[in-house]
């Protein structure tokens, strides 16, 4: 009984955060409006976003339970929420960026998080 009390336990607090690492991100002013797309450690999912302002919410990827927030002009500060079944983690990100020219920048390193459940 002790054993699946810990059990159980451990299921509740493993489920309370999520690792989640953002890479291949790109930015591009190129075109006149800025772009931005990055791809996640799970789920094979991809986010993007075209012509966005400053602060951007809810932008969606590839995958509906999965959404970000744009804070920063060249999306260097990204807000990620991944939600199920009513259920929402959210975590904050810090993209390293570098590029021959200001406008077409890519990511420097990976960037990790932990997703946070959201308690109401």
Known sequence: MKFLAAATLFGFAAAAVETVTIFNFVYSGVNGYPEISFQLSVDEVMCAADNYTIVSLGNPCDKPEWTFDILEELGRQIR??????????????AILLNGPIPTL????????????KVTS
């Open 80 to 93: 990620l929420h991944h939600t199920v079944d009513g259920v929402t983690h959210t975590g904050d990100f």
């Open 105 to 116: 920048l890519g990511q420097v390193g990976n960037s990790t998080a932990d997703l946070d």
